[in-house]
């Protein structure tokens, strides 16, 4: 069965520090992925998305940044964190075949 | 632009109540429109989508492209429906756009 996995669970950083979020999926090929951050009073954002190895869509311009090095890894990454990078982010795959989306555990980010 | 409004933050019923949780969206095309559920310390799961006209757990919903709206409905509130409920369209083939969300709190 398929399987999706986030880390680190939870992670303090200080301004300005890099950050590098990982999401793995399990059991699947080919999937499209997601990283979303939610926020209170905000829902769910969109941030970017990916279909294939290298293919990266950002709906959000700003301090972030994703790579798909791998099919089944996607990668959430900033240079420089700001205070408003602080929040819940959630990584999400769906099947080419499927309108559905798995969602992972997610990364409480608080930035300092 | 595309939009997905819930409008309320918080939604507390007593047990036994019918439950009404509003979603009304703004989409050019034709929509495919879903409800997402999260339960406490779980993850974000589908609840259920408008395509597949199915009842989840008790509940439905039922598109209505007149009032572009999309609420989620169950009869009978349980305490177990407790959670966060979000409604979300898909936009295109590939991105999806969340509503807020609504908490429902069922009451003993």
């Known amino acids: 069965s398929q399987t999706i996995h986030q880390w680190p669970a939870t992670l303090v950083q200080p301004v300005g520090s890099p950050l590098s979020l990982e999401c793995t999926v399990e059991g699947t090929s080919n999937p499209n992925l997601y990283w979303y951050r939610q926020a209170a009073g905000r829902g769910l954002q969109l941030l970017f998305y990916?279909?294939?190895?290298?293919?990266i869509s950002s709906e959000v311009p700003q301090n972030l940044s994703a790579s798909r090095p791998q099919d089944r890894q996607f990668i959430l990454s900033s240079k420089k964190l700001l205070l408003s990078d602080s929040g819940f982010y959630l990584c999400?795959?769906?099947?080419?075949?499927?309108?559905?989306?798995?969602f992972g555990p997610g990364t409480r980010l608080t930035v300092l | 632009a595309q939009r997905v409004t819930q409008p309320e933050k918080l939604l507390s019923v007593f047990k036994g109540a019918p439950v009404e949780l509003k979603c009304n969206y703004s989409?050019?095309?034709?929509?495919?429109l879903f409800w997402y559920v999260q339960y406490s310390r779980q993850r974000l799961q589908l609840l259920l989508r408008h395509i597949s006209r199915e009842s989840i757990k008790g509940f439905t919903a039922d598109l209505n492209k007149g009032e572009t709206s999309f609420h989620l409905k169950k009869p009978f509130a349980q305490e177990e429906d407790s959670a966060m409920y979000y409604c979300a369209l898909r936009q295109g083939t590939y991105k999806y756009i969340f509503g807020t969300g609504t908490r429902l709190k069922v009451l003993a």
């Open positions: 989409y050019s095309g034709s929509p495919e």
């Open positions: 999400a795959w769906r099947g080419t075949l499927t309108d559905t989306q798995y």
């Open positions: 990916s279909v294939g190895i290298g293919q």
